[in-house]
């Protein structure tokens, strides 16, 4: 016969964390979130780095950009859970029950763990040169270039919201330069009004531009993700393709 639980008994369940000396209440209350937070105990038991792998996850469910044999750039890629569903999701490791094998390209300012099926660069992607060495690496185009990437936090809202919003189209211009035509950009911004430039340039570039928050996103939290497909190429990649027409 099976045992019911009371309503109080299924309460009793979330953790609780008491104040430390010397440990801040933010920390704290962060400390308990994260302990009672369902995305990081099934990050924890599927093996992925961080709870942010299902925000990939489930955009992906939605438009469907990582398919098998894609070749994907992960911009600011650390800890690395963003390149371990990409990794799965494209092939890379070459899973003899499909044709296609996916590339995987992840770069960060600073060293990252080795992750299977990813070839991982120290690289700032703001660097001259940079959309050189990606090409290089890949051996070509990107059909997916993704950044999760958020700026040091300044404690003023409206400041950081300039800072990712200037990330994200400097990883923009980036995935102009080394995206495929047809190519999907997707990023993380801040909502907060200051991307209309960065929504009105990818509305230029792409055929379709979608701005989502997904589940894996804390109800409390200003982030939403772009998701833009359908890459147009630039003016001089269709100059080139005019040329003997």
Known sequence: MEKKTSGR??????????SARGRKLSSTLWLERQLNDPYVRRAQAEGYRGRAAFKILELDEKYRFLV??????????????WCQVAVR???????????????VLG???Q????????????????????????????GGRADVVMSDMA???????????????????AAAELAFDVLEP???????????????????????????????????SRADSSEKFVVA?????LPDDQDDDDVGH
């Open 151 to 169: 700026a040091s936090s300044s404690g003023h809202k409206q400041t950081d919201h300039l800072r990712i919003v200037a990330l994200c189209e």
């Open 89 to 103: 999701r494209v092939n890379a490791l070459g899973d003899r029950t499909s044709k296609k094998v996916g590339r």
């Open 182 to 216: 047809g190519g999907t950009f997707v990023a993380k911004v801040l909502a907060g009004g200051a991307e209309g430039s960065l929504q009105k340039l990818l509305k230029q570039r792409f055929k379709s531009v979608a701005n989502v928050k997904p589940p894996a």
């Open 111 to 138: 060293e990252v763990e080795p992750i299977p099926g990813a070839e991982i660069h120290v690289l700032d992607f703001m660097s001259d040169g940079a959309d050189d060495k990606v090409k290089d690496w890949l």
């Open 9 to 18: 008994g299924a309460r009793d369940l979330r953790v609780k964390v008491k």
């Open 107 to 109: 770069v960060d300012l």
């Open 68 to 81: 098998p044999g894609a070749r994907v750039v992960d911009l600011g890629c650390a800890p690395g859970g």
């Open 229 to 233: 497909r359908g890459f147009k190429g």
